[in-house]
């Protein structure tokens, strides 16, 4: 009732101001009409007048020129017509004039004086009255002057209908405007409103059979609104129903998801099946050292998430070799078994020749897909002959993943990442009763900017060969789907978030990644134990500090690594207590230097480095040191241990380990974690610090507060964040992927 209230109020003052606006306009435009008109007339009458007033005035002939007045004055409308002489005085008059204007004439006398017409309105006797004087000339001087008085009042009056006839229409116009809406609201919104508040109040009390059709309302206003609460009712019932299944297939045990509890959870889902994994970088590559072969592990999130996983799976992962000793190292089928020190599983890799390594990998994967997906102001470059290479490349893939699976019953083939885009859709076509995920690494950007690239549709149509499409987080599964309902004719299922074309559906989940969380009581702070590590650690780099923060990262330009380093450099110059006694450590790992954009970032951070250190250090201290090299896991984590803080500053990032990993590294509880927020770790570490990592000032004064925190907010913000970790491992992860790919129906199952 009181929205009803409203509603006519807003109606009548709208209506009101509308019908005011409109009046005033059409008596501005009347008024301005009429006196135009009668201007005109009167200009005509004068100057007709004249001529014959002016030689009888010149003759001295006052009877003749009063005939001529008297017979003049009585005109529609013409009040009448009187002669002045030079002093204003009247000769010659209308006779009902003469006693009501005063003399002298001030207007006859001005317009005598100034030899010019003049006009305007005055009031005779109440009434108003349009005056016009001009002065008439003789033939060697001016004789004096004439006036015509117009009877004025004629305007008003008309001006007055003008505003009752809109008065009337808006009364008109009010009762019809408001009678409409009041029916056209109880007809199509407050009706159907109580209907499907109605039919509600069933459902959520019991009363009415669960996933019973809702009656239509009327209109159609609400059509969208009834359709969504419909589903909503059955999304309901579906996910009480998907509940309770899940409850009763939980595993008995509810502690926290470890490997141990992974590999007997893989053992139940896979029922002996094996896990192919396939990526472009492997997860152990070689390197000859002079006479010597050195294994190690690449740095970046993929292997950190998934080496584990495989581990415990014994599958096959299936990736580029791209060490220059890596070829020594398998046997006749491209094959060895991994890590090295405890072979778990099997590595197969692919071999590239310079041509596809550089159109597949430097060009269409980490020229044009990587920055298209970041949306980090670096521009995509799309050329045809790299697109090209990236088609065989994943071709050449297909054709090691069918070698692998040959022989496998629905095989379970999780693919990794941006490079593979084409994968699912080649390996489907061969091999229709695989189940494959397409598992993605980086963000999805929006439909506007996806649109850049010139091969949008063939990408969108490889990617969804896949059965599962998983990302990190909902946003950017939104975002994918978004761009699929924009680019592609395909029918897509909102409640279910997924994607069916050709017969074929494509589930779009969001599954957050995440670290290895073993062996340790996330919720139980420990005594801080790595004090003696941490002086021989800080005497192996050169330095003195009581302070110490550390980055973990591939030099790119995604990870905000200029820009820590000028928070670093404001941070100093705003709290320069802090100068010899913070000491901040970048454990950078060089990457795609082939690519110039990578190449000029590597001597940007160089640059940043050396001006820093050169504007602050002391003989003793220096404020960044920037440790350039490939790092072991080991080499990270003694870091990460000793660190008061851990800088992530990505610009734009899908998930970044590195947060996890350092909050998995804490202990002791009492380090600090500066967390970008556009990173996807920020949507569950909220208790790290979170900053705009392009504002200089915000990263400043995040420093600070992390090295003046109180001993006990610190340790409550990370038992917080470890207690995240902890209840989202890497094993929970993987758990929840493969368990949602070893679920899947195969279509004769759907058949």
């Not at 009056?157 to 009010?174: D, P, Q, S, W, Y």
């Not at 950190?304 to 996983?309: F, K, Q, R, W, Y």
């Not at 580029?320 to 006749?332: E, P």
């Not at 494509?506 to 790595?530: A, M, N, Q, W, Y």
């Amino acid at each position: 009732m009181k929205i009803t209230k409203r509603l006519i109020v807003a109606l009548t003052i709208v209506i009101a101001a509308v019908t005011v606006l409109f009046a005033l306009y059409q008596v501005h435009e009347e008024k301005q009409r009429l006196i135009g008109e009668l201007e005109r007339r009167t200009l005509i009458l004068a100057d007709s007048l004249q001529e014959s007033v002016a030689p009888l005035m010149q003759s001295d002939s006052p009877a003749k020129l009063n005939r001529l007045v008297v017979r003049f004055g009585n005109r529609e409308r013409l009040r009448g017509v009187v002669v002045f002489d030079r002093q204003g005085t009247i000769l010659a008059s209308t006779p009902e004039l003469r006693q009501k204007i005063p003399q002298p004439f001030p207007e006859a006398v001005r317009s005598f004086l100034e030899n010019r017409a003049e006009s305007g309105f005055i009031n005779i006797e109440g009434s108003r009255t349009y005056v016009y004087v001009l002065p008439l000339a003789g033939e060697e001087a001016l004789l004096g002057t004439m006036a015509l008085f117009h009877d004025a009042s004629y305007i008003d009056v008309r001006l007055m209908e003008i505003g009752k006839h809109n008065l009337l229409r808006f009364l008109a116009h009010t009762l019809l405007i408001v009678l409409i809406t009041l029916i056209v609201v109880r007809w199509s919104i407050t009706g159907p409103i109580a209907q499907i508040a109605a039919w509600m109040r069933e459902q959520r009390t019991g009363k009415s059979r669960t996933g019973q059709p809702m009656i239509a309302p009327r209109g159609d206003v609400l059509a969208p609104l009834v359709s969504e609460v419909a589903h909503l009712a059955k999304s309901l019932a579906l996910a009480r129903a998907k509940a309770d299944e899940k409850a009763v297939m939980r595993l008995p045990s509810d502690s926290s998801w470890t490997a141990q509890r992974l590999k007997d959870h893989m053992q139940e889902e896979l029922g002996g099946r094996k896990l192919f994994v396939v990526s472009n970088r492997e997860p152990y590559l070689h390197l000859r050292e002079g006479s010597v072969v050195r294994c190690i592990i690449p740095a970046g999130g993929l292997v950190t998430a998934l080496d584990p996983v495989m581990r415990i799976s014994d599958g096959t992962w299936i990736a580029h070799g791209s060490g220059n000793a890596d070829r020594d190292t398998v046997d006749a089928r491209d094959r060895l078994r991994v890590p090295p020190e405890n072979p778990s599983y099997t590595l197969r890799r692919v071999w590239f020749t310079k041509e596809e390594e550089e159109g597949y990998y430097y060009g269409f994967s980490n020229e044009g897909m990587w920055p298209l997906c970041h949306i980090t102001h670096t521009r995509p470059l799309f050329r045809l002959e790299d697109w090209i290479e990236y088609q065989k490349v994943n071709e050449k893939f297909t054709e090691a993943v069918l070698q692998e699976i040959d022989g496998e019953e629905s095989p379970l083939v999780l693919i990794q990442d941006y490079h593979l885009a084409l994968l699912p859709l080649l390996v489907k076509k061969r091999r229709p009763d695989a189940k494959v995920a397409l598992f993605w690494h980086i963000p999805w950007p929006n439909p506007e900017s996806f649109g850049i690239c010139p091969w949008q549709q063939e990408i969108l149509l490889g990617m969804l060969g896949a059965d599962i499409i998983g990302f990190h987080i909902q946003f950017h599964c939104n975002n994918f789907l978004d761009t699929v309902d924009r680019f592609l004719e395909s029918k897509i299922d909102w409640e279910q978030f997924s994607v069916s074309r050709g017969g074929h559906t494509t589930l779009v989940k969001p599954f957050p990644i995440s670290v290895r969380f073993d062996g340790i009581d996330p919720l139980e702070p420990k005594e801080r134990v790595h004090t003696p590590d941490r002086a021989e650690l800080l005497a192996g780099i050169g330095v003195q500090a009581k302070y110490l923060g550390v980055g973990v990262d591939r030099i790119d330009y995604t990870k905000g690594i200029p820009e820590r380093f000028r928070a670093i450099e404001r941070f100093l110059e705003k709290y320069p207590e802090f100068i010899g006694s913070f000491t901040f450590v970048e454990l950078g790992a060089p990457s795609r230097t082939h690519i110039k954009r990578y190449y000029d970032l590597l001597a940007e951070v160089d640059e940043a480095v050396n001006r820093i250190n050169w504007r602050f250090q002391t003989a003793e201290w220096k404020p960044i040191v920037f440790l350039k090299a490939h790092h072991s896991h080991d080499e990270i984590d003694r870091f990460y241990r000793i660190a008061d803080l851990c800088m992530v500053t990505s610009l734009h990032d899908g998930m970044n380990l590195v947060a996890k990993e350092f909050v998995a590294s804490q202990e002791d509880g009492e380090g600090v974690l500066i967390l970008s927020q556009f990173a996807g770790a920020s949507r569950e570490l909220k208790d790290a610090i979170i900053v705009n990592p392009y504002d200089r000032e915000e990263m400043a004064d995040a420093l600070f507060l992390s090295l003046t925190m109180k001993q006990q907010e610190r340790a409550e913000r990370m038992r917080r964040m470890r207690r995240a970790v902890g209840e989202n491992t890497i094993y929970r992860w993987a758990g929840d992927l493969i368990t949602a790919l070893a679920r899947l129906r195969s279509p004769e199952d759907r058949a």
